[in-house]
T-cell receptor, first 115, second 114 residues
Framework: SQQGEEDPQALSIQEGENATMNCSYKTSINNLQWYRQNSGRGLVHLILIRSNEREKHSGRLRVTLDTSKKSSSLLITASRAADTASYFCATPPRGGGTSYGKLTFGQGTILTVHP | EAGVTQFPSHSVIEKGQTVTLRCDPISGHDNLYWYRRVMGKEIKFLLHFVKESKQDESGMPNNRFLAERTGGTYSTLKVQPAELEDSGVYFC????????????FGEGSRLTVL
């Protein structure tokens, strides 16, 4: 498996349900980020969780990080049709510094929320 | 304030031709990145500019790719000559200098090589 692999590859749910996406990575990290990409659009940064954090919230988003398992999850509560998009986790190099923008992305989870 | 803009949004060229993609970062952002997503694969880092200097070009696939950022403002990515496997979406992103944080991405330039 590759650094930043998401699971599942595709997720289809009804509006109002919760959506959970998982990400696994292989090497140690400083932080892990989640991005969203709507069809044909650019990537939008959703949330960043640092390696010393276990959980972080932002609106309807909840991210967890388990560094012992090298995994993270993104939970979207009370999903809406507008949440339909691809979701990617990404990690910068461990060394940090000026290379923080050199992200390694997973292949993403395609989320479809049916109205 | 304008976000990261990329041009063209879609380019269709024949194998062997040349294509130049342009990225205008957010004003004041010293860091500029190019990424690429080839069909069915993950988004991959190509290179990183700090102002006009190439900080890291370890992701550039081969010498058919040339990136420039003259004057430290907009950047171009030229593919010459283009090959079939170069097809994909090329994303540009920018960020402010200093502490780690989010990247602001453009909407991408889709390149189709026939």
């Amino acid at each position: 498996s590759q650094q930043g692999e998401e699971d599942p590859q595709a997720l289809s749910i009804q509006e109002g349900e919760n959506a959970t996406m998982n990400c696994s990575y292989k090497t140690s990290i400083n932080n892990l980020q989640w991005y969203r990409q709507n069809s044909g659009r650019g990537l939008v940064h959703l949330i960043l969780i640092r390696s010393n954090e276990r959980e972080k919230h932002s609106g309807r988003l909840r991210v967890t990080l388990d560094t012992s398992k090298k995994s993270s999850s993104l939970l979207i509560t009370a999903s809406r049709a507008a949440d339909t998009a691809s979701y990617f986790c990404a990690t910068p190099p461990r060394g940090g510094g000026t290379s923080y923008g050199k992200l390694t992305f997973g292949q993403g989870t395609i989320l479809t929320v049916h109205p | 304030e304008a976000g990261v803009t990329q041009f063209p949004s879609h380019s269709v060229i024949e194998k062997g031709q040349t294509v130049t993609l342009r990225c205008d970062p957010i004003s004041g952002h010293d860091n500029l990145y190019w990424y690429r997503r080839v069909m069915g694969k993950e988004i991959k880092f190509l290179l990183h500019f700090v102002k006009e200097s190439k900080q890291d070009e370890s992701g550039m696939p081969n010498n058919r790719f040339l990136a420039e950022r003259t004057g430290g403002t907009y950047s171009t990515l030229k593919v010459q000559p283009a090959e079939l496997e170069d097809s994909g979406v090329y994303f540009c992103a920018s960020s402010q200098g200093g502490a780690a944080g989010e990247l602001f991405f453009g909407e991408g330039s889709r390149l189709t090589v026939l």
